[in-house]
């Protein structure tokens, strides 16, 4: 079980819940446009905790955040979940394990005490756990919840649903029945919450991510969600992967963020990067740095 790690910021509390770390993807299917050159003038600060050396994978996390103010326990992304019908990604397909339920209950939570759930983007990886199987329907698996989605992210991926329902079974597990239960707040990808809380639009990886803006100024967080993936892609912020909706878009999103919050105080957390995860934006030559 991991153990319970808390950050401060201000007088709001974010808490990481891990589902899964370490070698998942070989970094040059993962990054098709990196070349074997760029990766060899950065293998030595790469490897070993961003780069299993004797696989070449990319060590990855999958996790969550919990994001506790005065006035809500908010969860951002829900990472596979179990028993999802995910062919595409055999070591994510059928997933039957208890470490995601484990690490929450850790940090002194149940399912029942959400009060927002916050899907970054609709990928497999960020919306398993908006539902459960029971009895052999999928059901919100946190019963109190709104889960709050973009609106033309939402729109895209239901289109791709009613069209091609192979290509994303994700959307027909995870998502279209909270909205079919009707536990889902459309937003636009800047709504703001209330005055700690504010979504950050940051497209690219998908049509309408958004990022997560906790806090105030000068004492703040960016939850990053899929807006950027390895740290490579600070240093190379124009470096897109393999699922992305417009790698163009996206490198604009990471070059945009990261000179607005470089050198500031305000701390990154990252979806993907190994624990912690976390770490702030500095520049390095003509890209950035997360440490």
Same mark, same amino acid.
């Given at each position: 079980?991991?153990?319970?790690?808390?950050?401060?910021?201000?007088?709001?509390?974010?808490?990481?819940?891990?589902?899964?770390? %370490?070698?998942?993807?070989?970094?040059?299917?993962?990054?098709?446009?990196?070349?074997?050159?760029?990766?060899?003038?950065?293998?030595?600060?790469?490897?070993?905790?961003?780069?299993?050396?004797?696989?070449?994978?990319?060590?990855?996390?999958?996790?969550?955040?919990?994001?506790?103010?005065?006035?809500?326990?908010?969860?951002?992304?829900?990472?596979?979940?179990?028993?999802?019908?995910?062919?595409?990604?055999?070591?994510?397909?059928?997933?039957?394990?208890?470490?995601?339920?484990?690490?929450?209950?850790?940090?002194?939570?149940?399912?029942?005490?959400?009060?927002?759930?916050?899907?970054?983007?609709?990928?497999?990886?960020?919306? %398993?756990?908006?539902?459960?199987?029971?009895?052999?329907?999928?059901?919100?698996?946190?019963?109190?919840?709104?889960?709050?989605?973009?609106?033309?992210?939402?729109?895209?991926?239901?289109?791709?649903?009613?069209?091609?329902?192979?290509?994303?079974?994700?959307?027909?597990?995870?998502?279209?029945?909270?909205?079919?239960?009707?536990?889902?707040?459309?937003?636009?990808?800047?709504?703001?919450?209330?005055?700690?809380?504010?979504?950050?639009?940051?497209?690219?990886?998908?049509?309408?991510?958004?990022?997560?803006?906790?806090?105030?100024? %000068?004492?703040?967080?960016?939850?990053?969600?899929?807006?950027?993936?390895?740290?490579?892609?600070?240093?190379?912020?124009?470096?897109?992967?393999?699922?992305?909706?417009?790698?163009?878009?996206?490198?604009?999103?990471?070059?945009?963020?990261?000179?607005?919050?470089?050198?500031?105080?305000?701390?990154?957390?990252?979806?993907?990067?190994?624990?912690?995860?976390?770490?702030?934006?500095?520049?390095?030559?003509?890209?950035?740095?997360?440490?």
């Amino acid at each position: 079980m991991s153990a319970p790690r808390t950050i401060e910021v201000g007088e709001i509390q974010v808490q990481q819940i891990v589902e899964q770390e %370490g070698p998942l993807f070989p970094i040059h299917s993962f990054f098709p446009d990196l070349s074997p050159d760029r990766l060899e003038e950065n293998r030595s600060w790469l490897e070993p905790r961003f780069l299993d050396p004797a696989s070449g994978q990319l060590i990855l996390c999958i996790q969550s955040y919990i994001v506790r103010t005065k006035h809500h326990v908010i969860l951002i992304d829900s990472c596979v979940g179990n028993h999802k019908n995910l062919p595409i990604r055999p070591m994510w397909h059928q997933m039957q394990s208890d470490r995601y339920e484990r690490n929450f209950r850790a940090n002194g939570l149940t399912f029942e005490d959400i009060d927002y759930v916050m899907c970054t983007h609709l990928h497999t990886d960020h919306v %398993g756990w908006n539902t459960r199987l029971e009895n052999g329907r999928w059901v919100p698996t946190f019963p109190n919840a709104k889960y709050v989605f973009a609106d033309r992210e939402l729109s895209f991926w239901t289109s791709k649903a009613e069209q091609d329902p192979e290509s994303c079974p994700w959307v027909i597990e995870s998502v279209l029945p909270i909205v079919d239960a009707k536990k889902v707040e459309i937003v636009r990808s800047d709504h703001a919450l209330d005055d700690h809380l504010q979504l950050v639009p940051s497209p690219g990886h998908t049509i309408d991510h958004y990022s997560v803006l906790v806090g105030r100024p %000068g004492n703040d967080a960016l939850i990053t969600g899929d807006m950027v993936h390895s740290p490579i892609q600070a240093r190379y912020p124009e470096l897109g992967m393999m699922s992305d909706y417009d790698s163009t878009i996206a490198g604009e999103t990471r070059r945009r963020l990261f000179g607005r919050f470089c050198d500031t105080s305000t701390l990154m957390c990252t979806a993907h990067f190994p624990s912690p995860s976390t770490g702030r934006v500095t520049r390095w030559d003509d890209g950035f740095r997360i440490a």
